[in-house]
């Protein structure tokens, strides 16, 4: 406002007198005439200040902005319109148009008077804003504000341990690896069991049926698909709301029945424009795992391991690499105690900056941010550079329409290099990581095991060659527009009927491609290897789906104030393609690495498909006096994915609610200074799951050999035309209370669900139909139950320390599920338990009708056997017992004769036949009788001193399939977490823990690690291992190819009960006076530790294990969950 | 209220802008439909080739081997066999051997039953396609279908039985078996009802032979009788194959002139092993043509293969182009015992011995030729006469089903059993068991005079008509003998000795042939087994069973399934 008082006086005078001298001033003013008119504050004319007409539903029909003397002008539409003037900072001026010159003067905002804000929150997960109070389903929210300045990086991190019966499970550490997620236990044998992701209203999946044409060399693959998922940057996020029971996932009909995540993004406000920049580092490093054997040892441990078979030196005589032999031309290569795990660690880095930028005025509001990422793993090897942005538009055309438009895109480049820390583990510790010369001097060059190498040791690539030379890059573009319209058609507030009308199309394009080279100096055997020399892949895969939605919402206006009622019926149709290539090419000339190169193609292929779906949804809800609630749900959906008999599903869901705080009686208790709030919820619904698979019901032909040069076609499968949506009926119960003036808060569910009509894939039918089996079959049921419990303490204990506020927060979340089938063709139970396969590392899966998943079955192990022979007893003539010398034995305790030792020789420990008495069975000669593995079989097999011991439970003197038992169960008994916020003024410390308890694991990579089997390195545990006739120890002996030392037994089962300490966080800002010194309006700074401790008995890497429906839970993760240091800083300006 | 309208049929109209349910219909973009499928002749052609091809994968053709020679005293473990081929060669067969399963056999079966099924409905659609193609069609998958089924029955006896096409889940798909003989007389009677039908020349020169002539029906029929005891009709279907033969050789002599090299041995037109080659007066011609070239005047049905699509079985099995050997491998008694006749071509055709093996070189040899006259080896054949050969380059042989000397060798089995109906001592029961006999021993020998290769000194070897014609016993002998040197490798043997054991209803004599293929320990064993003619068949397999309760085990092997559970 800065302008020479002379002008100004000047111009005002003009126009005054113009005004003055204009005839017929109090005329009503008509359409065409031109309004003019001059905006001022205390300070003067204002410039750039807003000026519109608007009508009558408040759509601006013409619009001016003042010039440098204020002044604006422009012709009048109508003049029932009215004129409104807009400036930020200002109060907004609104007048009618009853004359052509405007003076106004506007009035800087002051602050805001404390407005007491009374109306109820919302829940619009059904799609209508339902009061909180009034939501009958079963929902847990979590706002981002809770999370705000912990530094997390992904979203499932921090939900972990906080949503009561969302089991949240990270399987591995490598860069872009996500978790799995289980909400209430898995209700389905076939598909993902992973709840539905929603942004925003719009289902964020990849149709996994639109790219599984997809055929990585590289299984990772898969989660690295669904990670993307998660990919939305937790900056951007408002909101987490899981909805658990089927009246809360019913608007999302079959898509829904493994629960949904809604996640709402921010969008800009009203008020000034905010500038929010921040910065995050964040290092992670791998947590020490098992301590291996290094050169020496795992040379003498072979030499032991290629003995022991047979007793004889023949096989190793052969083996010079471990034989320490100067002469050899290699030695010098194979003479090292190398630590490759170290080698191939590293100190893992991320850095992270944001920019968000929004605001907004009258018309319209945006929120604008973005991203970058840039990663390197705590392996070697690993880079992942990130790039996502979002863009949040709201644009009010009028008070009636308004239009949002949502743009996200995620871009996502990854170097991967999964297998380094597992390859390191089994590397051989003698071996060199560069050549070596004469005196030992590594050369730089990365030494490769020649082919030359005696075949029964390990050909690994050396992990620190492949992390250099392997090139294996994944890009991801995914990007999500969306456009949206709504009209309010009746009312505009609560006081009168209102009728909204909502449409929406939202895109969901996703590209991916990977490339990958394995350069020929990786290769071992150099060119003359089977082709796969200087071999590139390249795979493409994208998809696009589009989705339309029509929603209408009605809420009347009742005379009778203590009725509401809200309805909303929507139509929605999806449509969405995918298509694939996929091409290798071997033998190319060194440098070249594109696939597209002119070298052998050894694999080529391509898919394309489509899907389709359409559903109509109808919601209602009705609460008397906000006491009691009433919800229904009704959703009907049409897939492509079965025939014209079953196409449509319609699953209805009911809830109910009553606010028992709200009965006058209750005053009573409230008055008790305890409970507050009381409110009980009970639901009903059914959901729908559909086939993971398009097309099942046409009968395919498909071309199949050549006959006579000829193309032949042959049918490809049975059609499924029965095929039937699979049904989940849920009940829940839930109780909400409000304790010590809400200072805390309980819900507590309790639930039940039956799944009906089981979707079985690959049915087995007798093969007389020409085929093997039926893609689905509908059979069985199945059951989960359990409970939740989940508090929030707010406040709980609040004071003042040194003239600061401080104050104690917390959560604490229990939950429990337990998985059972009730009933299953006994065909595909049968095809399903499959037969014992005496093999070393197996355990027996065994699902049982009616009991809970997971039981882990197997072999109970006693030790090791300390001798081959016996030494115990000969009877005489007469029967007495006599010692291998021929001298009397007398009785022990139990009546027995002892048992002798020979120290060195033979001991009472040794693999023989004993009674369900622990006495041996002594055949007609006098004579023990050795225990044998699944004898009369072609695994058969002769225990002897230093094998493991296996507990012959039926004392038959054989140890085979009937003696498994029941070892444990994989599921916990409980599990959840907790966590404790400490505030204290501007400064806050944030814990987060969470737990298992109860479960078993198989822990499969102590099973690798120990089993002394293979020549690969192992663990350094194995030191303590049988060596020589008496030795007393519980590691056997080592046994190159042979034995069975490690048979899926107790020995591997472990509990994998924890509590860990998932972060701990310190957030400061800085006084708002310090922060204006500095320009800026507030700055932040927060440092936290991820994956503190975990305090566990589990010796494995870590106990956070997860087991698929069906399957026990193994442990057979190579890469650990890395530990992670974060610190951040965040600035708005 | 008027924008409420107007916005509410904007909705409806998107609601009725397509009916959802055509919306929802999605066809397969990688897969054709049923839908757009069946429309012409050319559909039916390319499903009906589809059986063949099914018939030709490697699935069945080792089964063809494993359930029709691998058991007999013919083949025994080669180099490096693996496991479950192993039990077979054993005889220690359990339900959980892969071998065990059927299933490929019944993709045969279910494709020609499509074929079946559905070229009627396309014969109303398609103009083009005549009644006489649809008849020759039908013909084609039902013979297919018949030849499927007749290898599952004597391998397993009683099988499902399936007619109708897979073709949605509504079907019923677990079936009871059905005994041997409904499905024998249900099959016999498809083919009686065919030969009109099926084409007797096809367009190509290769269809001939690849394909279902009425030849082939005739003597697949006539193989059919032979089990069935019914010594007329093999006699009537053995004639109908002769006739046809006699045509063929017309024409080919018409083709060739002079240069044929088929010839008449007891007025049977069958090639000739002598042949002239660079190196003088050689014999092998006959080997040559059927097994090196393929698609020759003596078959009447076999599997083509060539380099683009590779005999599975051959290589792997018999011997790969180093003729070093492959998982089985003849028994000492194929090479030492069978070939009793010092001038029998067919040894060096089917057997290469070296001081230690016994490699298995039929269908292996792209040719071959042998100089009889040079050496004189003794009965226990050493390998010194000379002998040429050349191995294929990648192993490619046809597989051959049904050839005529096979069919020769059947008429001679349905006339020695026959004579043996004629018990009597009476004359004239002597004269027609004489009579009988004696037409026998001409088919016999027609075939065995062949194969001693036309060398002078051979005539001297000659079988004598009356050691055979007087004694039925020794004329059965002297048919399965002939029919083992003759149709060795080409997976017939055991069924022979089935046929043989069934018809005795005792094994003995299978069990006196195969006994020395076990060692001594397992011999025992084995025999005891084998006492039972439900041993002759194997069981089904254990995923089958698991799978369909109404499959009743072969009882023979059912103790198998309760102790061994493991492997």
Known sequence: ?1133 | MKKIKLALSVILMGLSVSSCNDFLTLQPLNDIVLENFWTNKDDVESVLLGSYASLEKTDCLVRMSIWGEMRSDNITIGKSTKDDILQILRDNILSTNDWTQYKCFYEVINNANTVMYYAPQVAKIDPNYTRGQLNADLAEAKALRALAYWYLIRAYKDVPFVTEPSIDDTKEFFLAQTPFNDILDYIINDLEDITDDVKVKYLKELENTSRFTASAVWAMLADMYLWKQDWANVERCCKKVTEIKMDDYKELYEKEGKAITVSFFNEYPLYKEDFQSQNGNRVGNAYNMIFGTGNSFEVLFELPYDNSKKNGFVSDYYCPKELNGGYLKATNEAAKKAFTQEYDVRYFENIRSTSDENYIVKYAYEDMECNLSEGKASVVLSNKRYFNNSVRESTSPNWIIYRYSDVLLMQAEAYTMWAKEYEGTDSASTADRTALLEKAFTLVDAVNKRALGGYSAASTEYLVASTYTSDVEKMEELVLDERRRELMFEGKRWFDLCRKSLRDGNTNYLWSKIEDKFDSNARSAVRIKMTDLDALYFPFNRDEIKINPLIKQNPVYVEDEFIQKAQ
């Open chain 1, 1 to 1133: 406002m800065t302008m020479t008082m002379k002008n100004n006086i000047f111009k005002r005078v003009a126009c005054v007198l113009s005004i003055a001298s204009l005839p017929g001033l109090l005329m009503a003013q008509k359409a065409g005439d031109v309004i003019s008119g001059v905006i001022e504050d205390n300070e003067g004319p204002m410039m750039m200040v807003n000026v519109t007409e608007r009508d009558a539903s408040d759509r601006i029909v013409a619009h001016d902005i003042t010039n440098i003397n204020g002044e604006f002008s422009f012709t009048l539409h109508n003049p029932n319109d009215r004129i409104q003037v807009t400036y930020v900072g200002y109060e907004t001026v609104d007048l009618p148009i009853n004359k052509l010159f405007f003076e106004i003067k506007m009035k800087e905002q002051g602050e805001l008077p404390t407005v007491e804000i009374t109306a109820d929150r919302v829940q619009e997960t059904s799609g209508l804003p339902i009061p909180l109070r009034e939501a009958s389903n079963s929902v847990q929210t979590i706002n981002m504000e809770e999370f705000e300045g912990l530094g997390i990086t992904t979203v499932d991190e921090a939900l972990q341990g906080r949503i009561a019966g969302l089991d949240i499970v990270f399987d591995s550490g490598d860069l872009g690896a996500r978790s799995t997620m289980h909400l209430r236990g898995v209700a389905t044998l076939t598909g993902d069991a992973n709840p539905l992701i929603v942004v925003d209203g719009n289902i964020w999946q990849v149709d996994n049926n639109l790219v599984n044409n997809f055929d990585f060399t590289n299984n990772s693959n898969d989660t690295e698909k669904v990670s993307e998922l998660l990919a939305i940057n937790p900056e951007d996020i408002a909101s987490i709301s899981v909805l658990k029971d089927a009246a809360a996932t019913a608007i999302w009909g079959s898509r829904g029945t493994n629960g949904v995540m809604e996640i709402r993004t921010k969008r800009g406000s009203r008020g000034k424009t905010r500038v929010n920049y921040s910065y995050r580092f964040n290092g992670t490093w791998q947590p020490e795992g098992y301590k291996l054997l290094n050169g020496d040892q795992y040379t003498m441990f072979l030499k032991e391991s290629f003995f022991n078979p047979k007793m004889n030196d023949i096989v190793t005589g052969d083996i010079w690499e471990i034989q320490y032999r100067p002469k050899e031309p290699l030695y010098n290569m194979y003479n090292n105690n190398t630590d490759w795990v170290d080698a191939v660690k590293k100190f893992g880095m991320q850095h992270s900056h944001n920019v968000s930028v929004s605001g907004g005025g009258d018309k319209a509001n945006f929120r604008i941010s973005a991203g970058f990422d840039t990663q390197t793993g705590s392996v070697i090897g690993q880079k992942m550079n990130r790039f996502t942005t979002r863009v949040a538009f709201d644009y009010f055309i009028s008070d009636r329409i308004k239009v949002v438009t949502n743009f996200a895109m995620t871009y996502t480049k990854n170097k991967r290099n999964s297998a380094a820390i597992g390859t390191a583990m089994k590397m051989m510790p003698n071996l060199a990581i560069y050549y070596e010369d004469r005196n030992d001097v590594p050369t730089g060059e990365y030494f490769i095991v020649p082919p030359t190498q005696s075949k029964q040791l390990p050909t690994h690539t050396n992990p620190l060659a492949e992390a250099d030379y392997h090139e294996n890059y994944s890009t991801q573009l995914s990007v999500q527009p969306e456009f949206q319209l709504v009209y309010n058609l009746m009312g505009l507030d609560n006081d009168k009927t209102r009728l909204t009308y909502d449409a929406r199309v939202t895109f969901n394009v996703s590209n991916s491609d990977g490339d990958e080279y394995n350069p020929q100096i990786l290769s071992r055997d150099g060119w003359k290897s089977d082709g796969s020399v200087n071999s590139s892949s390249h795979n493409i895969s994208k998809s696009s789906q589009i989705t339309t939605t029509h929603s209408l919402t009605f809420i009347p206006h009742l005379k009778n104030r203590n009725h509401s009622v809200m309805a909303m019926v929507r139509y929605q149709l999806n449509t969405g393609n995918g298509k694939s290539q996929n091409s290798k090419v071997t033998g190319a000339p060194s440098p070249i690495k594109a696939g597209s190169a002119d070298a052998k193609i050894s694999d080529i292929s391509t898919g394309a498909s489509r899907s389709r779906g359409v559903n109509m949804t109808f919601t209602a809800h009705y609460s008397y006096k906000s006491k009691y609630s009433f919800d229904f749900t009704a959703r009907t959906d049409g897939s492509t994915r079965f025939g014209d008999a079953n196409r449509w599903g319609t699953f209805p869901a009911i809830s109910g609610r009553w606010n028992v705080s709200d009965e006058p009686w209750f005053d009573n208790l409230r008055n008790a200074g305890i409970l507050d709030m009381m409110a009980a919820r009970i639901s009903w619904g059914v959901t729908g799951n559909a086939p993971g698979q398009e097309g099942l019901f046409y009968s395919k032909y498909k071309s199949g050999d050549k006959y006579l040069s000829t193309g032949t076609i042959h049918p490809d499968n049975i059609r499924m035309s029965t095929l039937q949506w699979e049904e989940t009926t849920s009940w829940n119960l839930g109780f909400d209370f409000g304790l010590w003036r809400d200072k805390v808060s309980l819900n507590i569910d309790v639930y039940s669900r039956l799944t009906e009509k089981l979707l079985n894939g690959d049915y087995a039918i007798p093969s007389s139909s020409g085929f093997s089996n039926l893609a689905y079959v509908n059979d069985g049921s199945m059951k989960n139950e359990g409970w939740e419990l989940n508090l929030n303490l707010n406040r709980i204990y609040s004071t003042r320390i040194w003239g600061k506020d401080f104050s104690v927060n917390g959560n604490i979340s229990f939950s429990d599920n337990t998985n059972q089938i009730l009933e299953l063709n006994p065909t595909i139970l049968e095809k399903r338990n499959k037969d014992f396969d005496f093999k070393n590392g197996s355990y027996l899966s065994y699902i049982a009708l009616k009991n809970a998943f997971g039981s882990i079955y197997g072999f109970k192990f006693k030790g090791v056997y300390q001798y081959s022979d016996w030494g115990g007893f000969v009877t005489d003539d007469n029967g007495n017992y006599l010692d291998a010398d021929g001298n009397p034995l007398f009785p022990d305790a139990y009546g027995r004769p002892q048992e002798k030792e020979i120290p060195g020789v033979a001991g009472s420990n040794a693999p023989i036949v004993r009674d369900a008495d622990g006495n041996p069975i002594l055949n007609q000669k006098g004579k023990t009788k050795p225990v044998k593995y699944a004898y009369g079989t072609t695994n058969e097999y002769e225990f002897k001193g230093g094998d493991a011991i296996y507990e012959d439970i039926n004392h038959d003197g054989n140890i085979n399939e009937l003696d498994i038992v029941y070892l444990g169960s994989s599921l916990p008994k409980l599990s959840g977490g907790f966590g404790l916020r400490l505030s204290w003024g501007r400064l806050s410390w944030n814990n987060q823990f969470n737990f298992r308890w109860g479960n078993k694991i198989v822990n499969g990579s102590r099973m690798d690690a120990e089993s002394m089997y293979g020549t690969d390195n192992t663990s350094a545990a194995v030191n303590w291992r049988w060596r020589v006739e008496g030795d007393e120890t519980v590691m056997p002996r080592a046994l190159y190819q042979y034995g069975y030392n490690y048979l899926g037994s107790d020995r591997y089962v472990e509990d994998g009960s924890f509590l860990r300490w998932n972060y701990t966080a310190l957030n400061y800002s800085l006084d708002p006076s310090v922060a204006k010194k500095l320009h800026v309006s507030s700055v932040s700074f927060n440092f936290n530790l991820n994956n503190v401790i975990c305090w566990t008995k589990y010796s494995g890497m870590d106990p956070e294990v997860s087991a698929g429906a069906g399957s026990v839970a193994r442990d057979n993760a190579q890469t650990p969950r890395s530990k992670q240091v974060t610190f951040g800083v965040s600035v708005q300006f």
